[in-house]
């Protein structure tokens, strides 16, 4: 920025591109006592990855800005403004005139750790414990926290593993459900961009092993539209009518793939439950020894009562006969002729 009796006038400089190109999504205010910069949000977030916004320097006072600063006036614009005195501005006599000279700064984060939720659920609840049954259903959503709208998500394999990470039982190949005894199923629909779901019946992966982990690789990739996409940033089942496809350049077909995650989930353990016939026959067992303890106690109660009344019967015996008076001889004289 430069200052003259006239008034301010603002100066772009840059190289490749032209002041022309560079007004179409950066605008530089320059004011009385300081200068304002806007940038396009939507050339901010072309590349899909975190950046900042900032005046080149260490001067602690003037914050970085990233893209939750962006659209505060509802422009579609980032502004970042300061002092002709702050933010490391240079000033300098040039010409018979003032000049005002900084740099602002735009990083991008190549090395962005995009963050994902990884979500359990026994199938039409709320809930989970980590602990599953045998032919229950499970529902699995991952979903991708704190990114622009530019990017989308693409899984393209799940697998389980036991707890130990050895083994492997394929679930999602190539972005689809592979089927068969798990009874995978791909809730969500092709153009979900950020969440990916889907539901599988519980049963022992490995014969030998209670206990399983799930792991998925994900890849991070522009938010183009779809025929415009590489075949691997597409989900399952999105494909383009054959007249709305581009030629693309293989060269150019990675520049579509930002970056590749792999998600673990927590430890899910799988149980069987007893069977009918295993509860009934626990039962019959139960009730036989029930039964059995029952006759028991019946023989020893009347061997019991049979022994206290043989006591009793001797005890009466005993009164009669050694406890009553002298029984006296009564003779019974004939009649007297």
Not at 79 to 103: L, V
Not at 213 to 218: A, G, H, K, L, S
Not at 270 to 299: C, F, Q, Y
């Amino acid at each position: 920025c430069t200052q003259d009796i006239q008034g301010e006038k603002c100066i772009i400089e840059g190289q490749k591109e032209t002041k022309e190109q560079k007004k179409s999504y950066f605008n530089l205010e320059c004011q009385s006592n300081g200068l304002k910069a806007a940038f396009n949000l939507s050339h901010l977030e072309r590349h899909g990855l975190p950046y900042i916004v900032r005046f080149k320097g260490e001067d602690h006072d003037c914050q970085p800005l990233n893209g939750t600063y962006g659209n505060l006036y509802g422009d579609d614009k980032l502004w970042i403004a300061a002092n002709y005195s702050d933010c490391g501005i240079k000033a300098y006599e040039e010409g018979g005139k003032i000049a005002f000279e900084q740099t602002i700064v735009v990083e991008y984060d190549d090395e962005s750790d995009f963050v994902f939720d990884f979500d359990i659920l026994k199938a039409g609840t709320n809930a989970w414990t980590g602990l599953i049954y045998v032919g229950e259903k499970m529902d699995f959503d991952l979903s991708l926290n704190g990114a622009s709208n530019s990017i989308k998500t693409s899984p393209q394999d799940c697998y389980a593993t036991r707890l130990d990470g050895t083994g492997k039982y394929v679930l999602i190949k190539d972005r689809c459900s592979v089927g068969g005894e798990t009874g995978v199923t791909i809730t969500t629909t092709p153009q979900d961009t950020r969440e990916f779901s889907w539901e599988m019946e519980a049963f022992r992966y490995f014969g030998d092993s209670d206990g399983i982990i799930i792991t998925c690789r994900i890849l991070i990739c522009r938010n183009r539209p779809f025929d415009q996409l590489s075949e691997e940033c597409r989900r399952c089942g999105q494909k383009a009518p054959l007249a709305l496809r581009r030629k693309r350049n293989v060269d150019n077909e990675d520049d579509d793939v930002l970056t590749d995650k792999s998600v673990k989930s927590q430890p899910i353990f799988i149980a069987v439950r007893n069977t009918p016939d295993e509860m009934d026959g626990g039962s019959s067992g139960a009730k036989s020894s029930s039964d059995g303890l029952g006759t028991a106690e019946t023989a020893a109660i009347i061997v019991i009562a049979g022994l206290v009344g043989l006591v009793l019967c001797i005890a009466i015996i005993k009164k009669i006969f050694f406890n009553n008076p002298t029984i006296k001889e009564v003779h019974i004289d004939s009649p007297r002729e």
